[in-house]
Every structure is written in C-alpha cells, then in structure tokens.
C-alpha cells in the first residue's frame, strides 16, 4: 500500500548532540516530500521540502535533509540540537502524480531533548 | 500577512451537540484544506476547496460533517450530532496551489482542539 513510515515514534536525545530522524515513503514514483514541525497543543510549521534537484535540502532552525531515491527516503538531521527542537516531527508526502496538493502523513516522531 | 486563523482555538462540547469552526485562510491562497489529528497520529486528510469549489472529500467525512467556502475566502467546518470519537485537533491548511506553479506548500494554521464530553 502506498504510504509515509516513521520509524521511530520517540526519540531521546542529549542537548548538543546530532538528530536523525527517519522517514519512508512508498511510492511507484518520487512524491514531493516534506518535514513539518509541531509543539504541543499548536499548528504544523514546516522546515523543509523536496521537489526535485539537489538531493540535499536545507531548512529552517538549522535542519537539513536528504533525499535518497534508491532507499525511498528522506531523513531530517540536525547537527546539533537545542532544547526548543523538543517537538512533534511529522514526514508528510504529496504524493507523486497528485493535482489535488493534499498531504499524507506518517505518524510522527516525538522528539526529547535531554539538558 | 497574518497567516491562517482558526477560531476557537478550543472547544468542548457534549455529545449530540453542533459545533461549526471558522478558518481564515492567507488571503490570497485559492486552496483551503481541512485535515483532523487525533491524539499520537499524523493529520489525516478530510476535505479541500479550490476557490468556492469542494472538489474531494476524505470517506472520513461521514455525512454528520459538512465543509463550506462561500466565497472564496474563508472556510466553516459543522460537525453535527457530535460523538465522542470527534474529539480531535481539526487542522486548517491554505495555498496558493497553482499560482506560483505546481512547487508549492500548505501553510496551517494552530488548529481547533474539540473535545466531545
């Protein structure tokens, strides 16, 4: 089935430290891809997305990510995280062929930030 | 530009009650978006509007939800006979799809949060 897979639902890490998080799409074809960042209790904010071209996107607050065609994906990393990246990470597609513009979402990954 | 306005920012109901809410959309994005997050899930798509026009429908939309643009501008989603199961963080999303090319994203706004007692 056609779909967005995180992987990973939460995620601890140490302030400082570096952050990847996953995210797998399956596709007959290359959706376009994004990453959106939600706190608690508001609206979804995006840090980035993929159409086509440079495989590596870079975003807002300091992420990036990379666009992997032959593994189907498109990860979010951050070299080094701040305790106000603790957040709700979600991977959303448009999917590929879609005129519609509507997004499919995958289940988030909550992310923790250790001081 | 003040982005996408959702109003309430909550709401709590009981069961059996009609709410409606309120989406102001980037004023000039022609696609208005509803989408609905239940607790630990991603936004789930319900419903689109290009301009005026309804052009798709989620099969999570039962017939208890209904969705107008009537101008163009802004945008109301009624549940009515609410249920339990309604309560969720509905999601408003606007853009300007088609205007600046087919390379372009949904701006949200903070969402509606309904609980259904």
């Known amino acids: 089935a056609q779909s967005v897979t995180q992987p990973d639902i939460h995620i601890t890490v140490s302030e400082g430290a570096s952050l990847e998080l996953r995210c797998n799409y399956s596709?007959?074809?290359?959706?376009?891809l994004f990453w959106y960042v939600q706190s608690p209790g508001q609206g979804l904010q995006l840090l980035l997305k993929?159409?086509?071209?440079?495989?590596l996107v870079q975003g807002i607050k300091g992420f990036e990510a990379e666009f992997k065609r032959s593994q189907s994906s498109f990860n979010l990393r951050k070299p080094s995280v701040h305790w106000s990246d603790a957040a709700e990470y979600f991977c959303?597609?448009?999917?590929?062929?879609?005129?519609?513009?509507?997004?499919?979402f995958g289940q988030g990954t909550t992310l923790q930030v250790k001081p | 530009d003040t982005g996408v306005s959702q109003d309430p920012r909550h709401k709590i109901t009981k069961r059996g009650q009609n709410v409606t809410f309120r989406c102001d959309p980037i004023?000039?994005?022609?696609?208005l978006y509803w989408y609905r997050q239940t607790l630990g899930q991603g936004p789930e798509f319900l419903t689109y509007f290009q301009n005026e026009a309804q052009l798709e429908k989620s099969r999570l939309l039962s017939d208890r939800f209904s969705a107008e643009r009537p101008k163009g501008s802004f945008s109301t989603l009624e549940i009515q006979r609410t249920e339990q199961g309604d309560s969720a963080m509905y999601l408003c999303a606007s853009s300007p799809w088609g205007r600046q090319g087919m390379n372009t994203e949904a701006f949200f706004g903070q969402g509606t949060r309904l609980t259904v007692v």
């Open positions: 004023s000039e994005h022609n696609r």
């Open positions: 959303a597609v448009v999917p590929p062929g879609s005129n519609t513009g509507k997004l499919i």
């Open positions: 596709y007959g074809a290359t959706p376009y």
């Open positions: 993929y159409f086509s071209g440079d495989t």
